[in-house]
């Protein structure tokens, strides 16, 4: 029988109440609280390390936030604990004291590399040589926190940066990768599947959207550097068309009219989007979901048989597990944010809007007066 | 821990055990959490 593992500041808990962890592709930051008897619980310490597994998996690694509750109730109380992966350090310390200069030429592997310097991630992973070079020196203002830098960075460039978490030995790491997309894409969690078998997975609910966000029938990619002004075109169908305009970096210097025929597929592909929630499924980030032993729905309806998890929440009770998840096209380039809202159907007010409406639904107060 | 009877806005009563010792006609904020435990709230 399957069975989950904590691990709160090196010690193994066995009797978690309830955990609930949350993984999107969006904002990069995961979540995850856990729920247990207070007495069973030793010194905590903000910032120590928590680990959750399941199935031999490593679902979160992160520390613990300076932020608990500790409720009474009949004979026990039980306190809760939230967490957040290492992220949150890099959401939480700056570049420099003072202003930062990055020299004309520098590798963006490099700067990211030297900004992932005492957050306590692990380096190893992070590609040093990508082969892109900032085209100008690039001052950095003092208190710019480093996330925000190496987001910046990846959407400009076309790159992804994410946590990748791993048990080695007796200890679990966060390893940070950094590289292009297409490098990023060949990583195994990227190829990692799980298939759902209608026999040992319990699929709860399951829905597949149609949206037209980022519909167009021709789009027009315009990079304009100052000096050379290029425009690429792809386009299917004849007129009148449904027109949409990008602008590129000029930092990239693919041909322009490979850029538009690459932006025109990706908006294609965001239209099809597939949420779901399993019972028994232990999934993570960038893993393909493969759908195509449901026989029931699998073939007119679905149009891929697999999927690509960009959002997830589980919820581990005892040894049991709940995910909720959201599923693109695995051909989708997620580090494009146009192109990822589009195919998850919310902007990011509305994502935030999700975890906190969840939060809320969870547990709702209610009134009561004391009468004896 | 002392033992209380309260009375929600629905009409169900509820008895539970709180650390304090909440005078008659106070009124309380209840979440059920999903474990089975509750966290109370003082609101008047």
């Known amino acids: 029988m399957r069975s989950a593992k904590f691990t709160i500041s090196g010690v193994e808990y066995e009797l978690i109440s309830n955990a609930t962890i949350r993984r999107t592709a969006l904002d990069m930051i995961s979540s995850a609280s856990l729920t247990l008897p207070s007495r069973d619980v030793g010194v905590l310490s903000v910032g120590g390390p928590v680990s959750i597994e399941y199935a031999d998996k490593v679902l979160f690694h992160g520390m613990i936030l300076p932020d608990w509750n500790v409720a009474f109730s009949s004979g026990a109380s039980t306190i809760t604990i939230p967490c957040a992966d290492l992220t949150y350090r890099l959401a939480h310390m700056v570049v420099g004291a003072s202003v930062v200069t990055y020299t004309i030429g520098t590798d963006i592997g490099e700067i990211v590399y030297s900004l992932l310097d005492g957050t306590g991630i692990d380096r190893h992973y992070i590609n040093r040589n990508t082969g892109l070079l900032i085209p100008g020196n690039l001052d950095v203002k003092i208190g710019v926190m480093r996330l925000t830098l190496i987001n910046y960075l990846a959407a400009e460039y076309g790159c992804l940066f994410y946590l990748q978490y791993a048990r080695v030995g007796a200890t679990v790491v966060s390893y940070g990768r950094f590289d292009k997309y297409t490098a990023v894409v060949l990583e195994p969690e990227f190829d990692e599947t799980v298939q759902i078998v209608d026999s040992s997975i319990l699929t709860l609910n399951m829905s597949i959207k149609q949206s037209q966000s980022l519909y167009c029938s021709r789009l027009l990619a315009i990079r304009d550097d100052g000096e050379t002004h290029e425009v690429g075109i792809a386009s299917h169908g004849t007129a009148p068309f449904f027109d949409r305009v990008v602008q590129v970096n000029p930092g990239i210097s693919t041909p322009i009219a490979e850029v538009a025929a690459d932006y025109f597929a990706q908006y294609q592909l965001t239209s099809e989007q597939m949420t779901g929630m399993f019972q028994g499924v232990a999934i993570n980030m960038f893993n393909l979901l493969d759908l195509s032993q449901i026989s029931e729905v699998f073939g007119p309806i679905f149009a891929y048989s697999a999927y690509r998890v960009t959002d997830l929440t589980h919820n581990i009770s005892g040894s049991s597990i709940v995910t909720t998840l959201v599923g693109v096209s695995p051909a989708l380039e997620i580090w494009n944010t146009d192109v990822y809202k589009a195919s998850t159907n919310l902007d990011s007010e509305m994502q935030i809007i999700q975890v906190i409406d969840k939060k809320i639904d969870d547990e709702k107060p209610e009134y009561a007066e004391v009468i004896a | ?44």
């Open chain 2, 1 to 44: 821990m002392y033992v209380k009877k309260v009375r929600y806005s629905d009409g169900r009563e509820e008895t539970i055990r709180v650390p304090v010792d909440y005078d008659l006609g106070t009124i309380l904020a209840i979440t059920h959490k999903r474990d089975g435990s509750i966290v109370v709230n003082l609101v008047t």
